[in-house]
């Protein structure tokens, strides 16, 4: 099975980078870790930030084939505990198709990706930024595996 982040956004720092990587790399084969990122139109002055959001979503949506699972990241989504986190991997991974977590830009996500979700999920009412949400998923990927594994990396 693979995971894979699509975000809206492009040209993280360093340690972002650093991050995913280090939790992308903890995963077996048999659970990759993939991150695609979509290019953020420019917001000029006078942007039809709708019309900019449409087209990031349509971006984001041609990364996924048919068939695999769609998960937005929303704020009004559901809330998991590590543990739920832990039980809906086990579930994808039954399901035996590639899973594909959407994060949309600074405005959230296009309604057409919404409107193809299977599954919201929140990550916290607050807002978070977006680097840091990309850290927040491959550490919160990897720690719902070692629960399943029963690893000790959860304890």
């Known amino acids: 099975m693979r995971i894979r982040l699509i975000a ?31 290019p953020l139109n420019t917001r000029g002055k006078n942007a039809d930030v709708q019309r900019l959001i449409q087209q990031e979503g349509d971006a984001m949506l041609a990364k996924v084939q048919p068939g695999e699972r769609i998960v937005t990241l929303e704020v009004h989504g559901k809330p998991w505990s590590t543990e739920q986190l832990a039980q809906e ?43 840091l949400v990309r850290i927040l998923l491959g550490e919160q990927v990897y720690r719902a595996w070692t629960v399943l594994n029963g690893h000790p990396y959860h304890k």
């Not at 309604?111 to 607050?126: G, I, N, T, Y």
């Open 8 to 38: 809206v956004g492009t040209k993280m720092p360093r340690w972002v980078e650093d991050g995913w990587h280090e939790y992308a790399k903890r995963l077996p084969k048999e659970m990759q870790l993939e991150l695609v990122e979509i």
């Open 89 to 131: 991997l086990d579930r994808w991974r039954l399901d035996a198709r590639n899973v594909n977590l959407m994060v949309g830009g600074p405005e959230g996500l296009a309604p057409q990706v919404c409107a193809r979700s299977e599954q919201r999920w929140s990550l916290s009412p607050l807002t978070l930024p977006h680097p």
